[in-house]
């Protein structure tokens, strides 16, 4: 009998991993008193879809720049893979950043290449020792993985918007990222192309494994991809849970967003 109870009490937990970013009393002014971020503190987890939600302007994208080094804030401490990030040099920073993909709203390929031109002139950036034939094969790899290997020989002119969003993905992905920073996916796409697109993302994570953070304000996409929810206000983090649970949340302002 004691054997068998024994046998039953569970394993001792492990540790839990450190998270894959983590940002702390992160503050932000422009100008003279434009105060935008007034202490924000974030925690992305391995393999975890984070849903940023706010109203326009409540500081969700300068909250993502800040972490690749794009935008420098005033104070606080952002790590990223257990590095901070603030505190490291130029060529450390770079060494990070190839590990995270972006895909912003300004995201634009270049009209005069083709799309395997696009990827192609990607990928040489950043890995300079491939062949040829290296760089097709990723191109087609990266291209499978949006589903539009059949689009390789086209001009972005000839791409809709929703194409022209997962080629931009194709481009993000053909350098494996392990983070994926995602700024309004959808924005500007009609409700199916939006659907496919947060298809994707759901798609990416699971076969790829990446962790990513989506600022969106489409809440189709968020209540598909967020494995979890923040909500952005005044300058700080106002609101934190999954979909369902913040769609019942006891502050009505949390669930406007839901309706
Ligand atoms: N480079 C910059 N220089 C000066 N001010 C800036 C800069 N970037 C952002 N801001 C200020 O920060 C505010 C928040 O910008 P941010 O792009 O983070 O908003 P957001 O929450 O992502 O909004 P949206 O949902 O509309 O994209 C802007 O309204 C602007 O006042």
């Excluded at 002014?29 to 924000?40: A, E, S």
């Amino acid at each position: 009998m004691m054997e068998e109870k024994l046998h039953k009490e569970p394993k001792k937990k492990v540790k839990d991993q450190a998270p894959i970013i983590e940002i702390k009393d992160l503050h932000k002014t422009f100008g003279h008193d434009n105060t935008i971020l007034k202490g924000v503190n974030l925690i992305l987890n391995k393999d975890e879809n984070l849903v940023v939600l706010g109203r326009s302007g409540s500081g969700k994208s300068v909250t993502i720049k800040c972490i690749v080094g794009l935008i420098e804030p005033d104070k606080g401490e952002i790590k990223v893979f257990d590095e901070n990030v603030l505190n490291i040099s130029k060529s450390e920073l770079n060494a990070i950043r190839v590990r995270i993909g972006f895909l912003f709203q300004s995201g634009a390929l270049y009209d005069s290449m083709s799309v395997r031109e696009n990827l192609a002139f990607t990928l040489s950036k950043h890995k300079r020792d491939l062949t040829e034939d290296e760089i097709e094969k990723e191109v087609m790899e990266a291209l499978e993985n949006v589903g539009l290997a059949e689009a390789v020989d086209k001009m972005p002119s000839e791409l809709s918007g929703g194409m022209r969003k997962r080629i931009g993905l194709a481009r993000t992905l053909i350098l494996k990222p392990e983070i994926i920073l995602y700024d309004e996916p959808t924005t500007g796409l009609d409700t199916i192309t939006s659907r496919e697109i947060s298809e994707l993302i759901l798609d990416i994570k699971n076969k790829q494994k990446t962790s990513s953070i989506i600022i969106t304000h489409d809440m189709a996409c968020a209540k598909m991809t967020a494995d979890r929810i923040i909500v952005l206000k005044d300058g700080v983090i106002h609101a934190e849970g999954t979909y369902e649970e913040l769609e019942k949340d006891e502050d009505e302002w949390v669930r406007s967003f839901f309706q």
